[in-house]
């Protein structure tokens, strides 16, 4: 609920107190990461999810993520040559039977399928009977390389006889590689293999690692109501593991901890149904969320429970403002528990937009003065930088006698933290960009930034120029080579669609930056959003912190740019989720893969999804219409 409101240094300080307790609470952990990735905070984000790997996986992922990670080795050889692997700064040797695949997938990188098929079946005969897993892994691997062959008849044979041997009927790893490859063959018995086997994995594991996929086979068998159904529960699943909280555990904890009830009714629910047993208070926040508050102020008014009073208080305030009724109900509320941040905050704010006797008189009693006072603190010691805070604190020392230079203090800082929030959301050139990084062959999507940047030239020299030195991060040569493409190209773009605003272009030199520098950056999927981010920097016109976007730029012309697809566009599409982003550009190359898509619920794609096919497009979506009037 916090993280939804966007509350995250409270959010964060709870779940590190969960963890602290109990450190093998992988909910927790997978919601801490989320904190992390949401606060900008990757290398942490990432180390949890690389504990949360190792730790956990879903059914059939243990041995796709060894044959992955093998195949990569093989493009890799300088990271995957002979007996010992690099994992960051160390060394690890890989177990000898493992070497054996090593070959076999340096022959299918070299374009010797049929000869890499035979090295995994000597692996196999090899460890039939001295290594269960060795033998299962090294069958997986010719079923793979047959399938990345186009052999799909083949594949399916090498999985089918191991099903019929002792131990590997119901083996996930198995099981889970059958259903691909039953969906690419595509024939309607094939299709209906793949249905019963992610029905009997449903029964094991639930809706999440399957439903999606069910929702997509069932449509193709032309089952429209039961695709529907289980595409509703990938939703609900999906969102449940992506901590989205649905309607009935917002108005259930609402209902026992008030919340601001203003800024719940501004959240989006998938659906706003209660359980059947739900108490007076539950029935009261439900209607304020998604129906009439004055209604709900009804069934309230007749109770005089400490947390019914402070909810028909943000009930009131809701419905009626500041009005003379809800101040007073307000003070009344703040008298008997002041240990109320939201409540004491208001009144606080209320104070300072017009002043009045009771409120001034409430926080002037000694109790009710410690105890805000002391969540103030711990407040502002959770979270230095937050304005609002410093301005709460200094409302509060101007209504206590001798706390004039407190306030004006308090008053300085928040002015200042005030001033500096303003110059970010002014600043051009910093743009959100979705990227993968794997851990051992799996993909995690994750969001960082990507900054541009002006100098005045040296005197004597031209401006207009992003030297290769000045492309800052750890990027490989190929990005480095794409940023140059990408600068000129948006360059010429932006002189050529805004004469107007770009009369300075020439004047300045560029800098470019990429965040999250431990992990090499490579590829050229981030050409929308360097281009987006010089484009800023250009018009001087920011762009709006919840937006991400991915996608290659081609310059077809001066003044058309085309946006190609990308790779591991699902996973980046999670990322932004995941990240409780509201919007993502992606290519309209992607769309068909998005609309397919048996990870990410069509549901979150439509919401979130802004598909481009040219840069125009995508500049419509970062800066607005008018952009172009």
Not at 103 to 120: G, T
Not at 258 to 285: G, H, K, M, Q, T
């Amino acid at each position: 609920m916090l993280v939804e409101l966007g509350e995250l240094t409270q959010a964060e300080a709870e779940v590190a107190a969960i963890l602290e307790e109990s450190a093998d609470d992988l909910e927790a952990l997978r919601l801490y990461s989320k904190i992390k990735h949401m606060r900008g905070q990757l290398s942490l984000a990432l180390a949890c999810y690389a504990q949360l790997q190792a730790r956990s996986s879903g059914p059939g992922e243990s041995a796709r993520m060894h044959l992955e990670a093998m195949l990569r080795m093989a493009q890799d050889p300088e990271r995957g040559a002979g007996e010992f692997l690099a994992v960051g700064q160390r060394l690890v040797q890989k177990p000898t039977a493992y070497l054996a695949l090593d070959d076999a997938f340096r022959l299918y990188v070299a374009r010797h399928p049929h000869e890499a098929r035979a090295v995994c079946r000597r692996a196999a005969a090899r460890y039939r009977e001295r290594d269960p897993e060795v033998y299962k892994l090294s069958v997986l691997a010719e079923a793979w390389i047959s399938e990345l062959s186009g052999d799909l008849e083949a594949a399916c044979a090498a999985l089918e006889r191991l099903g019929r041997e002792r131990g590997f009927e119901a083996d996930l790893d198995r099981v889970m590689a059958l259903v691909g490859l039953y969906e690419l063959i595509g024939t309607r018995d094939k299709l209906e293999a793949a249905v019963n086997i992610c029905r009997f994995l449903e029964r094991s594991f639930g809706p999440r690692f399957v439903a999606g996929r069910l929702a997509l086979l069932h449509r193709r068998l032309g089952r429209e109501a039961e695709a529907t159904g289980y595409e509703e529960r990938h939703l609900t699943a999906y969102r449940r593991w992506m901590h989205r909280p649905t309607f009935a555990e917002i108005v259930r904890v609402a209902a026992r901890r008030l919340l601001p009830l203003e800024r719940l009714r501004a959240l989006s629910f998938v659906e706003n149904d209660l359980p059947e047993e739900s108490s007076p208070e539950e029935r009261a926040i439900a209607m304020t969320l998604v129906g009439d508050p004055t209604e709900a102020g009804r069934i309230l008014a007749s109770s005089e429970a400490a947390l019914d009073l402070r909810c028909r208080a943000s009930l009131a305030a809701l419905i009626e403002g500041e009005s003379e009724r809800t101040i007073a109900l307000g003070v009344r509320v703040l008298r008997a528990d002041p240990s109320d941040p939201h409540l004491a905050g208001r009144l606080l704010e209320a104070q300072a937009r017009a002043p009045r006797e009771e409120i001034m008189d409430v926080f002037r009693e000694r109790e009710v003065a410690a105890r805000v006072l002391a969540e103030l603190e711990v407040a502002v010691k959770t979270d230095p930088a937050d304005a609002r805070i410093w301005r709460r604190l200094a409302i509060f020392f101007g209504l206590q006698a001798g706390g004039r230079e407190q306030q004006a203090q308090f008053d300085e800082r928040a002015l200042a933290l005030e001033l500096a929030a303003q110059d970010r959301a002014r600043a051009s050139g910093k743009v959100l960009a979705a990227a993968i990084y794997r851990f051992f062959g799996r993909p995690c999507g994750l969001i960082h930034e990507v900054w541009a940047t002006r100098e005045m030239p040296p005197v004597g020299q031209a401006g207009g120029t992003l030297r290769r030195d000045d492309i800052l991060g750890a990027v490989t040569d190929e990005l480095k080579d794409s940023v140059r493409n990408t600068f000129l190209a948006v360059r010429e773009y932006a002189r050529s669609k805004f004469p107007h605003r770009t009369r300075d272009i020439l004047d300045y030199n560029y800098c470019y930056k990429v965040t999250k520098e431990d992990e090499p950056s490579s590829g050229v999927s981030a050409g929308i959003p360097t281009g987006l981010a010089f484009l800023s920097l250009f018009l001087q016109q920011p762009v709006a912190p919840d937006m991400v976007s991915t996608g290659t730029l081609v310059a077809d012309a001066h003044d058309v740019l085309t946006v190609g697809p990308v790779g591991d566009i699902e996973t980046k599409v999670e990322a932004a989720f995941h990240r409780n982003l509201k919007t993502i550009i992606v290519p309209r190359g992607n769309r068909p893969q998005l609309e397919q898509s048996a990870i990410v619920p069509r549901a979150v794609t439509r919401q979130i999804g802004r598909y481009v096919g040219d840069f125009d497009e995508a500049a419509r979506f970062a800066f607005g219409e008018p952009l172009f009037d």
